[in-house]
């Protein structure tokens, strides 16, 4: 069974920064793409950042210029630079994955349990 374990959310000042890191183990062939989303309440969640294993990377409008995603296929890995925050940054993010489990089997979906992160004077 694959887990993710999230790091690096917490409250920030507008205007910050914040690193925020997940890191997926269990049986994993192969990790398809590697990505960040964040919710607030009454809202659903919403694509921040994902970044395939051939290193190409899409971002929602809102985030481009400030936020940053990589990953480091070795250690399975992914990583969000969160850059010149501001208080509608305001949201729990969320770590996902897609994996296969063995080759030439369809992709596998997982999530992170989330890690709150708060921009506010």
């Known amino acids: 069974q694959v887990q993710l374990v999230e790091s690096g959310g917490g409250l920030v000042q507008p205007g910050g920064s914040l690193r925020l890191s997940c890191a997926a183990s269990?049986?994993?062939?192969?990790?398809?793409?590697m990505g960040w989303y964040h919710q607030t309440p009454g809202k659903q969640r919403e694509l921040v950042a994902t970044i395939t294993n051939r290193e190409i990377t899409n971002y929602s409008d809102s985030v481009k210029g400030r936020f940053t995603i990589s990953r480091d296929n070795a250690k399975n890995t992914v990583a969000l630079q969160m850059n010149s925050l501001q208080p509608g940054d305001t949201a729990v993010y969320y770590c996902g994955i897609k994996y296969g489990a063995r080759p030439a089997t369809a992709p596998i979906e997982v999530w992170g349990p989330g890690t709150q992160v708060t921009v506010s004077s």
């Open positions: 269990g049986s994993i062939f192969s990790i398809y793409e």
